[in-house]
Every structure is written in C-alpha cells, then in structure tokens.
C-alpha cells in the first residue's frame, strides 16, 4: 500500500513536470504574441492619428480656396501631401514588417530552445536507461 502511495505520487510529480515542460513555451509565446499586439496595436494607432491629421489639413486647406490663385496653392498642397503621404505608407509598412520579423525571431527562438531541452532531457533520460540494462547484465554475470 505504501508502495502504491509512492508509485502514485511518482506518477503524480512526473505527469506534473511533463505538463509544465509542455505548457512553458506555450506560455512564453502567449507573452509574445500579447507583446507584439500592443505593439503593433499603439504603431497602427499613431499611424491612423498622423494619417487623420493630413487628411484634416488638408480638408481645412480646401476651405480657403476662394480664387484662382487659391486653387493654384491648394493643388500644389495636394502633389506635396501625396508625396509625403506615399513616404509616411512606405515608412509604416517597413516598420509593420519589421516588427513582425522580430516577433517570428523571438518565437522561433522559444522554440529552438523547447526543442532543445527537450532533445537534452531525453538525452539525459536515455542515457540512464541504457546504463541500466547493462548493470543487470554484470550483476547476472557475477
């Protein structure tokens, strides 16, 4: 009966470890993916904010036209605030992409590194269990 007790708790603390062992990458890349949307999350808010304020400029801009020379600026206005518009996309997109990169690099580097303790552990764990065997075999041989 005792030995069942120590059997179970054995079994218990195994099954425990193994849980914790599995779960503990899935926890970090949580932590990860939770990171990486408040990130992404405060860059696409900035970025709607600027992209709000030119288009506001230049509604506001539109307002005073009222001749011929008005139009003239306005137009001018407008080539210049496309042209700072498809720079500031460009700008966001390379930012959005390279903030992906980083988070697909710390993802895969929790993986690498739940991989390789687990490739460590059943080292460990083989090398033991082969060791066995061969006692047994000496101390039959004796």
Do not use: C, W
């Not at 059997?7 to 939770?34: C, G, H, S, W």
């Not at 696409?44 to 709000?52: D, F, N, P």
């Not at 304020?53 to 036209?65: D, I, P």
């Not at 992906?100 to 083989?126: H, P, T, Y």
């Amino acid at each position: 009966m005792i030995q069942d007790k120590a059997m179970q708790d054995k079994m218990m603390n195994a099954f425990a470890e193994q849980t914790k062992n599995m779960y503990n990458p899935l926890r970090k890349i949580n932590a990860l993916l939770v990171e990486n949307m408040e990130k992404m999350t405060d860059f696409q808010l900035e970025a709607l904010k600027a992209y709000s304020h030119m288009g506001l400029s230049q509604m506001k801009q539109a307002t005073e036209v009222k001749d011929a020379d008005s139009v003239r600026d306005y137009s001018a206005a407008q080539a210049e605030m496309l042209s700072t518009l498809s720079k500031k996309v460009l700008e966001d997109a390379k930012t959005m992409a390279d903030m992906s990169m980083e988070f697909k690099a710390e993802v895969e580097k929790v993986l690498e590194e739940s991989r390789s303790q687990a490739f460590n552990k059943a080292a460990a764990e083989a090398k033991p269990a082969a060791k066995a065997p061969a006692a047994k075999t000496t101390g039959a041989a004796k």
